[in-house]
Structure formats: C-alpha cells, structure tokens
C-alpha cells in the first residue's frame, strides 16, 4: 500500500473518532517508516483526545520516535 493511502487511512481513523482506532494506530505508528505517514498517525491519535495517562502508560518516547519527524 502506497504511503499517500496510508497517510489517507491514518487521518481518516482520526477523524472518525471512534476509541477503537487507536489499536490500529498505535501499530500502524510503530511500524510506520514514511515521515507523512507518522505525522497523520499522530494528529489521528490527537484527535482522538487520548487520556494523557493512557497515553503515558501504554506508549513510550522509543515507540514514537517523533525525533524522526524533523524535517532537518
């Protein structure tokens, strides 16, 4: 699947506002390599409005890697 259907699918799921998108998320976040793709998977999970200590416990800085979001 192309990054551009990706990052669509991301934001969509974002969206939707639905809680149990941010399983599918999450993964996609984690194994996503496309810079476009994470950042739309970040704003998706944003707009989700996730409980900051949910977010704490069960999604750690390494997971993330926003670090390799800077356009540097």
Not at 50 to 72: A, C, E, K, P
């Amino acid at each position: 699947m192309s990054p551009l259907v990706r990052r669509v699918a991301a934001r969509a799921l974002g969206d939707l506002l639905k809680q149990d998108s941010v399983g599918p998320l999450i993964s996609l976040l984690e194994r996503e390599e496309d810079n476009e793709v994470r950042r739309e998977t970040l704003i998706a999970l944003e707009n989700l409005c996730l409980d900051q200590q949910w977010w704490t416990d069960n999604v750690g800085t390494s997971t993330v890697r926003t670090d390799r979001l800077s356009n540097d």
